[in-house]
């Protein structure tokens, strides 16, 4: 029986999801026949027509399941199903985790009663609340000594630990299984833990969570594929909403979504997946292309031939993957790969924005056109490269540029201001905090939109210098009660100006009045004074830039969430803390930097914004972009083995096709050549004009950078590295 199911591979562009969108729109158009022949006339259907039946959409209403592999192409593709379809169908587009929690969500009354679990609605943990709570649980059992055998610091142990039982969980492994998976796997390695040990603790930790209500993305994907799955009642369910699935770049899906697609399959859904051999961004982290790779057997294969004309892989990607894997070959590049080399980073970065910068300003290129893509980027090299393109007028958009929340000004002001008005908290507020405060609170108006560095886009009532002043006199520290003085408290209070001191005076009224509030118990909770704050100080009617929005917004989600957790925690446990206890806790989790301004959505509304691209490698590669002209920054870095993400501890174990097997060091240098291999493949194919290799003789360390792409910067036909003129015109 020939297979109604379609599996469709392609390299990076190739069409694999317009391809994708092409097939639905067909069973729609199958499904339209069908019933307007099945209402004309209703027995004259001869067998084996052409309208088959694997979309009986005739008996039930049910929706397509619309799979995608991070939040963002999850947008694209269901706009662009809705679009092609005039919204007359019913989609669910989710990504595969996103899905899974749901679910969980939805059914967890069958999960109640299967694992008699008590009857509290689930909430969510967060990657950093996670991480916080299982510290505090195991925390007793991870002494020095555990420590010292590992090599890590605590913080590091914990989040390897609770990797491990997501790993689990994506690999359809249950928990109990992770000791004998990990003892196979790690075999006489004595730099690690007992694999008893580990499995002891996640089980713990599982359990009591699963008592409180709560749920991390490892506890959600294992309940799932562990027991929803096999519950009849559900599969039910599921089979009566979805007849078929749709699902894009599948070599970055968990293994546990092979097993809802072959139950979907079995029951008479059609299904559509696209799959590219050079992608697996995401292997190492959780994916398994190998197994879902498997799927194809039960579909009908399409492949997709040839590289997008538009892209340089047809030209290039033999020769690079030659140069890097046999560096000895000897052969040149053409013209349009070049180099960019300088002895020190801080050159190359200079020169690499001063290239940049004379091609857009000469009309070579536009920003939007322009991708600067790294193995890792620092805060040196972001800044760097974002300040001197700004100076050019040329904006810079970083993508998913996932900075610490504490590194936000405004972030810290407001964290200041509840260290203010809460009684307590006097040891985590300073001189430099307060003048700082002052300044970001004293805001008088906004600035054209055209600036992208936040601080430079209003301007303040009261300045650094001033607040500086105004901290030195009158600010009083106190463990409990720290206070704010009135400005004649400074003899010299006339230097102060009529501004900045009216601008004190009004913040100091607020602060006072939220405090005498405070004492009579009028303010709910501290969300509820950040978001005063907000209205009072920072939104004010204005505009606020979007990188401030986010994480303004990302605070007050951060903050909701952990105090819905604490008040979860206090019900159960029965344990008394007092309010400024929580503050505490939630102001020193936010000074570790564990969370960052990454809200829903995590993009400006509009139009996409024309600016150069700043990016990893992994980044870059998950967003699907593609570009004329890209800027491979630190070529000879060896971080571009790696992908630009690193793999979690254990993660080669829990993959389908080699579980439990050892990971030896040939095995660790096969996969590097490969993803390398990808890595150049998959980048060639997204860019369609030229690549300049940017590369320094010295890493910002001092060391110097041998990494793999090394043989590319040698091979290089026009290799410049003093004038940035010859840069972007050679022949001048």
């Known amino acids: 029986m020939v297979s109604h199911s379609v599996w469709i591979v392609g390299t990076s562009r190739s069409g694999k999801t317009a391809r994708l969108v092409e097939q639905f729109c067909h069973w729609v158009k199958l499904e339209n026949q069908y019933n307007e022949s099945f209402y004309t006339k209703k027995s004259g259907r001869k067998k084996g027509s052409h309208v088959s039946e694997f979309l009986y959409l005739k008996?039930?209403?049910?929706?397509?399941?619309?799979?995608?592999?991070?939040?963002?192409?999850?947008?694209?593709?269901?706009?662009?199903?809705?679009?092609?379809?005039?919204?007359?169908?019913?989609?669910?587009?989710?990504?595969?985790?996103?899905?899974?929690?749901?679910?969980?969500?939805?059914?967890?009354?069958?999960?109640?009663?299967?694992?008699?679990?008590?009857a509290q609605f689930p909430v969510r943990l967060r990657p950093e609340t996670e991480q916080e709570l299982a510290t505090?649980?195991?925390?007793?059992?991870?002494?020095?000594?555990?420590?010292?055998?590992?090599?890590?610091?605590?913080?590091?142990?914990?989040?390897?630990?609770?990797?491990?039982?997501q790993l689990a969980a994506y690999s359809g492994t249950p928990c109990e299984d992770i000791a004998q998976i990990l003892a196979r796997g790690l075999g006489e390695n004595t730099t690690t833990l007992e694999p008893e040990f580990l499995a002891c603790l996640l089980l713990d930790w599982r359990n009591w969570c699963l008592e409180r209500g709560l749920l991390t993305y490892g506890i959600i994907t294992e309940l799932y594929s562990q027991y929803?799955?096999?519950?009849?009642?559900?599969?039910?369910?599921?089979?009566?909403?979805?007849?078929?699935?749709?699902?894009?770049?599948?070599?970055?899906?968990?293994?546990?979504?092979?097993?809802?697609?072959?139950?979907?399959?079995?029951r008479g859904a059609v299904g559509a997946f696209s799959y590219n051999p050079d992608g697996a961004v995401r292997l190492g982290l959780g994916a398994d292309p190998n197994y879902l790779e498997g799927l194809a057997e039960r579909c009908r294969v399409e492949i997709l031939t040839g590289p997008p004309p538009e892209s340089l892989s047809e030209q290039l990607t033999k020769q690079m993957v030659e140069l890097v894997t046999e560096p000895m070959v000897l052969l040149s590049l053409p013209e349009i790969?070049?180099?960019?080399?300088?002895?020190?980073?801080?050159?190359?970065?200079?020169?690499t924005a001063e290239v940049i910068a004379n091609a857009i300003q000469s009309q070579q290129v536009e920003p939007e056109e322009v991708a600067?893509?790294?193995?890792?980027?620092?805060?040196?090299?972001?800044?760097?490269?974002?300040?001197?393109?700004?100076?050019?007028?040329?904006?810079?958009?970083?993508?998913?540029?996932?900075?610490?929340?504490?590194?936000?000004?405004?972030?810290?002001?407001?964290?200041?201001?509840?260290?203010?008005?809460?009684?307590?908290?006097?040891?985590?507020?300073?001189?430099?905090?307060?003048?700082?405060?002052?300044?970001?609170?004293?805001?008088?108006?906004?600035?054209?939109?055209?600036?992208?560095?936040?601080?430079?886009?209003?301007?303040?009532?009261?300045?650094?210098?001033?607040?500086?002043?105004?901290?030195?006199?009158?600010?009083?520290?106190?463990?409990?009660?720290?206070?704010?003085?009135?400005?004649?408290?400074?003899?010299?209070?006339?230097?102060?100006?009529?501004?900045?001191?009216?601008?004190?005076?009004?913040?100091?009224?607020?602060?006072?009045?939220?405090?005498?509030?405070?004492?009579?118990?009028?303010?709910p909770s501290p969300i509820s004074l950040l978001d005063r704050a907000i209205q009072?100080?920072?939104?004010?009617?204005?505009?606020?830039?979007?990188?401030?929005?986010?994480?303004?917004?990302?605070?007050?989600?951060?903050?909701?969430?952990?105090?819905?957790?604490?008040?979860?925690?206090?019900?159960?446990?029965?344990?008394?803390?007092?309010?400024?206890?929580?503050?505490?806790?939630?102001?020193?989790?936010?000074?570790?930097?564990?969370?960052?301004?990454?809200?829903?959505?995590?993009?400006?509304?509009?139009?996409?914004?024309?600016?150069?691209?700043?990016?990893?490698?992994?980044?870059?590669?998950?967003?699907?972009?593609?570009?004329?002209?890209?800027?491979?920054?630190?070529?000879?870095?060896?971080?571009?083995?790696?992908?630009?993400?690193?793999?979690?501890f254990g993660a080669p174990f829990f993959l389908r096709d080699r579980l439990g097997e050892p990971w030896t060091a040939e095995d660790e240098k096969l996969a590097e050549e490969k993803r390398l291999q990808r890595i150049l493949t998959d980048l060639l194919s997204r860019v369609s004009e030229r690549v300049y290799l940017c590369h320094s003789d010295l890493a910002v360390n001092g060391q110097e950078q041998i990494g793999p792409l090394l043989p590319l910067v040698n091979a290089c036909v026009t290799v410049i590295s003093e004038s940035t003129e010859k840069l972007i015109n050679p022949a001048s």
């Open 59 to 118: 008996q039930t209403e049910p929706g397509v399941l619309v799979l995608a592999a991070n939040d963002d192409n999850r947008r694209e593709l269901g706009d662009i199903i809705v679009t092609s379809t005039f919204g007359k169908y019913p989609v669910r587009a989710k990504t595969p985790l996103g899905f899974f929690q749901d679910e969980v969500i939805l059914f967890w009354p069958l999960l109640i009663n299967s694992l008699n679990l008590k």
């Open 536 to 648: 009072r100080f920072l939104w004010n009617g204005s505009n606020l830039p979007y990188e401030q929005l986010a994480a303004l917004r990302e605070l007050l989600e951060t903050a909701q969430h952990y105090w819905e957790i604490d008040t979860r925690l206090r019900q159960i446990d029965l344990v008394e803390t007092t309010p400024h206890t929580t503050i505490i806790e939630f102001i020193q989790l936010l000074r570790r930097g564990t969370i960052t301004a990454n809200p829903y959505p995590v993009r400006p509304i509009g139009g996409a914004r024309k600016a150069v691209t700043l990016a990893t490698i992994f980044q870059y590669r998950s967003s699907r972009r593609s570009h004329r002209w890209h800027f491979w920054l630190d070529a000879g870095s060896p971080l571009w083995a790696k992908g630009g993400a690193a793999t979690l």
């Open 136 to 165: 505090k649980l195991w925390r007793p059992q991870l002494d020095e000594e555990i420590l010292r055998i590992a090599g890590v610091n605590e913080s590091r142990l914990v989040r390897r630990i609770l990797d491990l039982l």
């Open 337 to 351: 790969v070049r180099s960019i080399q300088t002895t020190s980073r801080a050159q190359l970065l200079r020169q």
């Open 372 to 523: 600067i893509i790294a193995p890792g980027l620092d805060a040196i090299a972001r800044y760097t490269l974002v300040e001197i393109l700004v100076k050019q007028n040329i904006p810079v958009e970083s993508l998913n540029d996932q900075r610490p929340l504490i590194s936000s000004p405004i972030i810290r002001a407001l964290l200041t201001m509840l260290a203010l008005v809460y009684p307590g908290l006097g040891r985590l507020v300073d001189r430099d905090a307060v003048a700082e405060m002052l300044v970001v609170l004293s805001r008088k108006q906004q600035l054209p939109e055209n600036s992208t560095d936040a601080m430079n886009r209003v301007s303040t009532n009261i300045d650094p210098v001033r607040a500086g002043l105004i901290a030195d006199y009158c600010f009083v520290p106190h463990p409990d009660r720290p206070n704010l003085l009135p400005v004649s408290a400074f003899e010299r209070w006339d230097r102060i100006g009529y501004a900045a001191t009216t601008a004190y005076n009004e913040i100091l009224q607020w602060l006072e009045q939220q405090r005498s509030q405070q004492e009579l118990r009028l303010i």
């Open 228 to 266: 929803l799955l096999s519950d009849r009642n559900y599969q039910q369910h599921l089979t009566k909403r979805y007849q078929a699935v749709l699902a894009d770049d599948v070599d970055d899906y968990p293994s546990v979504a092979r097993l809802l697609f072959e139950l979907l399959l079995d």
